[in-house]
């Protein structure tokens, strides 16, 4: 990727971007007010992401995607609707797209790619092109959730700065790669071997901006779990998820999935730039997630793995129900991979709860389906919450646990219905 | 000046890029300077973090914004982005 390019075509961006704000009319209040309703969580039973996000929220598909909920069109920033969560695989169109610098890379040909694959922990250095990692390394093909640390982070009360995401910053696929650990053990891993270090061909828009670089465990890079993948749902990556390749980290938030993967380092020293020492990081122990050892130099810790969670697709807060008809509901849950054990549903402000029947099982990492349908005989409100918990005992927060980056939203819905 | 913003304009037609233009920023004193954002990003991310900061939060942010990602801002603009950005997207009442 020639860097120079990508930086010189983000000037003219910012130039374009001057020059036409004046030439084009604001648009209109019908038209505000209709895109206001674009992405709004109150509708879902959850605090309600701020009015200037609501407001400036508008459909706009990416070259190759379906129509997505518009955050920031620079770096793109794109939120999968509700409606794509009613089946347990996100369709690729519909696949939320999230960069950190505005130096997107240009599409890459196949043909063109490799992945450097080296560090001072390495056996060596070497390069695999796509049609190399294909035919010597062994496909696996997994079901996983790609979760935004900082999915639902426009429902924090109080509101904190930062992409103002509703529900949709997430997706489920099936994706098919190889193993990173087959790829490292070909290339050799050193005993001192501390972290797997990370690098996609995104880029930024300034010299002096951090790049965005990740690394993981070395333990954790070594799982079997963790893919290079190429496919997603039976097709080549969108270009906006990854196109050739992206790092797959089941369990782990999207902050580790590195699309466009460039280079692999496996390293004796832990990786400090911006966004593993500052960027993406929670307050020590609020949280029951895994810890990531060679991190933890600062009062804080980096975010490991999701939390808990469930998303009621069915209902809509204020939504009518006539008398005698069940009160469906229906939605998907997902965990850090111990697997979904429960969702449980209540039908009057968590008083009583009632299993929901849970859907096919697509694998740990995936999203479950649940569903149950309440019988209605009285008038009156209703307040619909499901809670999901995992097999390892963990389940959903009543009261929001907040953070100052924002993320692990994982609060109850609690959506208003009206039996009349 | 005028034709070369044209081709590029016609250039970026139909991409994500050609879309930013149509994020308009509140008039207002200051608003030259807070358009500086525009260099490394859309301007959207400005109405999409309000109202919530209060003049404290946007300098903050905006510091963040030079003294990590570099931005090419100079230190003498900083308080007249965040009065801007306080004024037209920032928690209303907070000063």
Partial sequence: MDKSYVRGVTRRHFMAGVAGAGALAALSPASRALAGQLGGTGVLGLAEIPDGTLAEAVMYALPGKAPLIKKTYRPPNFE???????????????????????????????????????????????????????????LVELTAVCQCSGNRRGLFEPHVPGVEWGVGAMGNAVWRGVRLKDVLSKVGVKAGALEVIFNGADTPPLEKTPDFVKSLPVDVAMSEDVLIAFDMNGQPLPHWNGFPARLIVPGWTGTYWIKQLASVRVSTTPEKNFWMSTAYRLPRGKFNTPTFSSQLYSPNEPITTMVVNSLVTSLRNGERIQRGKPIEVRGLAWDRGNGIAKVEVSTDAGAHWAAAKLGKDLGRYSFREFALSVPTREDGGRVVMARATSKSGETQVEQLIHNPAGYHHNVIQRIYVEVV | MRIVIAVIAAALAGSAASQESKVRLADGPGKDKAMQCGSCHSLDYIPMNSRFLDKAGWTATTNKMINVFGAPIQKSDVDAIADYLAQHYGKPGAK
Avoid: C, M
């Avoid at chain 1, 409606?83 to 169109?93: A, G, L, V």
């Avoid at chain 1, 790619?113 to 390495?122: E, H």
């Fill in chain 1, 80 to 138: 999968t609707p509700i409606e794509y969560f009613r089946t347990p695989i996100t369709p690729n169109k519909a696949f939320f797209v999230r960069y950190h610098l505005a130096g997107v890379p240009q599409p890459i040909k196949a043909a063109g790619w490799s992945l450097a694959v080296g560090g001072d922990a390495a056996g060596g250095e070497a390069k695999f092109t796509l049609a190399q990692l294909k035919k010597d390394f062994k």
